[in-house]
């Protein structure tokens, strides 16, 4: 089962930016899908994007304004998050995921930990 570890966390002031990454254990090529999600505080978890392992992308409808980008790395087996012009309430755990596909249905293989990612002054 493929593992997932993220990290590049940490506090950053409104207005900075982040790179976010999640390394897979395994090929992430042969991954389907994989994305990006967060939790905050007294909040349930919500998709913040995706990428397919042919590189096609999309993000949640809060996240279409160009703030974040999805990208990915197959040599790394590594997918990134890049967050720009952050917010205080973008603080949250952000957590990686991957998904494969039975038929029209993605179904999760795997979650990471999570990295804290905290805007404040």
């Known amino acids: 089962q493929v593992q997932l570890v993220e990290s590049g966390g940490g506090l950053v002031q409104p207005g900075g930016s982040l790179r976010l990454s999640c390394a897979a254990s395994?090929?992430?090529?042969?991954?389907?899908?994989m994305g990006w999600y967060r939790q905050a505080p007294g909040k349930q978890r919500e998709l913040v994007a995706t990428?397919?392992?042919?590189?096609?992308?999309?993000y949640a409808d809060s996240w279409k304004g160009g703030r974040f980008t999805i990208s990915r790395d197959n040599a790394r087996n590594t997918v990134y998050l890049k967050m720009d012009s952050l917010r205080p309430e973008d603080t949250a755990v952000y957590y990686c995921?991957?998904?494969?596909?039975?038929?029209?249905?993605?179904?999760?293989?795997?979650w990471g930990q999570g990295t804290q990612v905290t805007v404040s002054s």
């Open positions: 395994e090929s992430i090529f042969s991954i389907k899908r």
């Open positions: 995921n991957a998904e494969a596909i039975s038929g029209r249905y993605y179904y999760t293989l795997a």
């Open positions: 990428i397919t392992n042919d590189g096609s992308t999309d």
